[in-house]
């Protein structure tokens, strides 16, 4: 059975940090590139950040640069996304994605943790 759980969410103050965490199973992680995103209410899904397979390659959305740090553990099944300087406006749900190397088509979801920042 195909599985993302990710926990680490919470409630932060302004500036605080934050270290999410992404638990794959039923699926061979390092054939999947991994993702997080994050979604305001009455919102679609913003990518957040993305890490190739083996953690080779990272991107991140303009909004997060310089902050936030997406990082991977295969032999822990594990993808995390370490937020620093948090700020109000990334209060929102977030969620895990696998894609599948060999088919894009392929995409597992988490169910997402909530991340507040506030004072």
């Known amino acids: 059975q195909v599985q993302l759980v990710e926990s680490g969410g919470g409630l932060v103050q302004p500036g605080g940090s934050l270290r999410l965490s992404c638990v794959a199973s039923?699926?061979?992680?390092?054939?999947?590139?991994m993702r997080w995103y994050r979604q305001y209410p009455g919102k679609e899904r913003e990518l957040v950040a993305g890490?190739?397979?083996?953690?080779?390659?990272?991107t991140y959305a303009d909004s997060v640069k310089g902050r936030f740090t997406i990082s991977r553990d295969n032999a822990k099944n594990t993808v995390y996304l370490q937020m620093n300087s948090l700020k109000p406006e990334d209060t929102a749900v977030y969620c895990c994605?696998?894609?599948?190397?060999?088919?894009?088509?392929?995409?597992?979801w988490g169910q997402g943790t909530q991340v507040t920042v506030s004072s």
């Open positions: 994605s696998a894609v599948a190397n060999y088919d894009a088509r392929r995409v597992y």
């Open positions: 039923g699926f061979t992680v390092s054939n999947y590139a």
């Open positions: 890490i190739s397979s083996f953690g080779g390659v990272t």
